[in-house]
């Protein structure tokens, strides 16, 4: 994928529905009484990860016309075939608390991606719940897993991880009694608020969150909102320059997951709200960002997790920037679907920056001008997408190399950046 310079971002967006969303709605309508309808469910080939995964444990899946309707099994299936996972560590890692309540033996694997990535944080919990999970290498997938008859747990995390609590808390729904999970950092609420929509009772106080098992789920009818980490490139293209005007409709804005918003306010950014409602729990609404404008920010603790997933678009853009981007207390970007640490550093000097590589994070100077380059995407969605980003305010084009991996989160990613860039 080749990009050149843009001289400004203009324009009005909707966005497929959030990655993170559509994960949870399509494990919890596959373990509910009913179908559940769901539109604008994510066009990635992650949340197609999942989707497979629960027709291989026998849950009628159909989509029609944008429309997709889950049809819920009161005991999932034994699977013919070891899951397939592809790319996805959320489908790892949250299918496996549901598959430790199944009285049945499964294997899941995924991509050699997946295959690199730790699955401890999950396989000891849910051990102590009772299920038996092995790996023949390690603590990494593949996985075997022979679900039981659970007990509840008290389980304190180690590692600030949504998709820990969240597998926790599925098992939890399969155990007798309270399984209780404890978060070092506050993580995306969105399996607490899924688990509520499908009629679950579940209980949070501050950063202690509880399910009382056994219990039954309800499906629901839903249309999920645009994703915020997909509208992070938009956003911080849309930053780098000062005539920028851009709309995004529909868009998740849970704050949990909006920390972004903040940080680009923080940089100068003009950002409005508007039109906010309340979708199962969810907040969606409307954000304009007008006039980009970029100060200088440091970037630690409770800030960095609730930002995982965008730290790379942010890094990707930090040179710009009047006075320099820090990263700090990020040490999980090294075991996403790529180093992210060390290949936005690798890219970032291939365009000319200078930066400095820390073992939890990043230090890049401001008011750096960058050339095109040849970007290497490491098979990772998130960095073909941030290049593409910092590429648009580089001298001369830019040659994304492995953009195809956009297709994991966004497929539609370029076609739509080409729609709002003004050259
Ligand atoms: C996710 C949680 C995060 C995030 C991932 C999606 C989720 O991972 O990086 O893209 O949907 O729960 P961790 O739970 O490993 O931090």
Redesign the pocket.
């Known amino acids: 994928m080749i990009i050149r310079p843009a001289r400004n971002i203009l324009g009005s967006l909707r966005l497929p529905g959030d ?2 969303i559509s ?2 709605y399509a494990m919890l309508a596959a373990i509910a009484q009913g179908a559940t309808r769901l539109t604008n469910f994510s066009t990635g080939a992650d949340c197609a990860s999942t989707l497979g995964c629960i027709r291989q444990l026998g849950c009628t899946v159909r989509s029609e016309d944008g429309r997709l309707e889950i049809k819920g099994r009161e005991t999932l299936a034994v699977p013919a075939d070891s899951l397939d996972c592809g790319n996805s ?2 489908t790892m ?2 299918l496996s608390g549901i598959l430790a309540g199944q009285e049945f033996a499964c294997d899941l694997h995924g991509d050699e991606s997946l295959s690199r990535r730790p699955m401890a944080r999950v396989m000891l919990p849910l051990r102590q719940m009772g299920a038996t999970i092995t790996s023949a290498a390690g603590d990494r997938p593949p996985l075997h897993i022979v679900g039981r008859k659970l007990r509840a747990i008290e389980y304190a995390m180690p ?8 597998a926790i808390l599925f098992a939890g729904l399969f155990a007798k009694g309270c399984t209780a999970v404890e978060e070092p950092y506050r ?2 609420d ?2 607490e608020l899924a688990l509520r929509a499908f009629g679950v009772e579940l209980e949070k106080s501050r950063n202690r969150i509880s399910v009382r098992g056994p219990q039954k789920l309800h499906a629901i009818e839903a249309r999920i909102p645009g994703d915020i ?1 997909s509208s992070a490139f938009f956003l911080c293209a849309a930053a780098l320059f000062a005539e920028s005007n851009l709309v995004i409709e529909g868009l998740l804005l849970n704050p949990t997951r909006a920390a972004l918003l903040d940080v680009l306010r923080m940089l100068g950014c003009r950002i409005s709200v508007l039109n906010l409602e309340e979708q199962h729990g969810e907040l969606v609404g409307a954000i304009k960002l007008e006039h980009g404008k970029l100060g200088g920010v440091t970037i630690a603790g409770a800030q960095s ?1 609730a930002l ?2 965008e730290l790379p678009v942010l890094a990707a853009i930090a040179p710009y920037t009047r006075d320099g981007v820090e990263i700090r207390d990020a040490k ?1 970007l090294r075991v ?1 679907e790529s180093d992210r640490i060390a290949l936005v550093a690798r890219n970032l000097r291939a365009m000319g920056a200078e930066c400095e590589e820390r073992e939890d994070g990043l230090r890049v100077p401001g008011n750096q001008s960058l050339h095109g380059a040849g970007i290497d995407s490491g098979g990772d969605h998130r960095i073909a997408m941030a290049f593409a980003v910092a590429a648009l305010h580089a001298q001369g084009e830019s040659e994304i190399r492995g953009a195809e991996a956009a297709r994991i989160s966004f497929p539609e990613f370029f076609e739509m950046l080409e729609g709002v860039v003004e050259r």
């Open positions: 990655k993170s994960h949870r560590g959320s890692r949250m590692v600030a991880s949504a998709q820990v609590k969240s993580t995306r969105h399996s980490s997790v995982i997933d999980e996403k």
